[in-house]
């Protein structure tokens, strides 16, 4: 699900940064190895956060015609919570489990562009949906802000974002342990110190919803939905 810029990772020490540097291998090419090798067990592992899918999706109140792209969107648990007659564009990074989307298309008999696309780089025209949804992709992404840039370059002024997904608090610092834990679990699995303020700031966006997850809420998960503006606010 998650995608890189240069697809080259680096394992150097570095004295400022530390092991948390010395483990970051999070990039194009290790996310296509490990999320190819997750594809068997990943519906399992997702599998208990569909309600609170579906509570985001329900919150973007989708109508029929609508352009919708799903940015790093796996195996597909976004499509059956889709209401019909809206038009659906699907991206990953791992060809496998672009393989696995279009099996569950088929079997839900839903019509869905499907790509092998890099969520950084979307070969996609500007302007062009009406709803982007990032649900579990910018705390796995290497750079979430490019990711974010390409969601608002495709999506048409009015337009909504869904983000679901796991964030540190703005406020907060991650302790020592948390930043040496990080470099571990975003090569692993997931990033744990990404906030989405940084991600937001200077962005022609504007905030109309940010609740607490409630399932895993208290592990930073939240449900946020966005609106694109002419310009970025004061």
């Known amino acids: 699900v998650g995608t890189g810029q240069s697809g080259h990772g680096y394992l150097g020490w570095h004295p400022r940064q530390g092991l948390e540097a010395s483990l ?9 190895i490990r999320y190819t090798l997750y594809v068997p067990i990943y519906n399992l592992t997702v599998r208990a956060l569909r309600a609170d899918r579906q509570r985001a999706i329900s919150a973007l109140n989708l109508q029929p015609g609508e352009r919708v792209l799903l940015i790093g969107a796996g195996t597909g ?15 990953d990074i ?8 279009r099996q569950r298309a088929q079997s839900l008999n839903v019509s869905v562009e499907a790509r092998v696309m890099d969520g950084q ?10 709803v982007v949804i990032l649900h579990l992709i910018l705390a796995v992404i290497p ?7 390409e969601a608002l ?10 983000i679901y997904d796991k964030f540190l608090p703005d406020d907060a610092r991650p302790s020592p342990l948390r930043r040496v834990l990080n470099g571990i679990t975003g090569a692993v699995f997931t990033e744990i110190n990404r906030q989405l303020g940084p991600i937001l700031k200077g962005k022609n966006v504007t905030i109309e ?3 607490r997850a409630k399932t895993m809420g208290r592990l930073g998960y939240s449900i946020v ?6 310009t970025a606010p004061h």
């Open 153 to 162: 370059r495709v999506l048409r002024v009015g337009g909504r974002i869904s």
């Open 121 to 130: 780089a979307l070969d996609l025209p500007s302007n062009a949906y009406d």
């Open 77 to 91: 648990e976004d499509l059956p919570l889709l209401p019909t007659g809206v038009e659906i564009t699907a991206g």
């Open 94 to 101: 791992t060809p496998a489990m672009i393989d696995r989307l």
């Open 225 to 230: 939905l966005l609106r694109k503006t002419e």
């Open 143 to 149: 750079d979430p802000n490019a990711c974010f840039e």
């Open 209 to 211: 919803r940010r609740e």
């Open 24 to 32: 970051k291998i999070n990039t194009n090419a290790w996310n296509r």
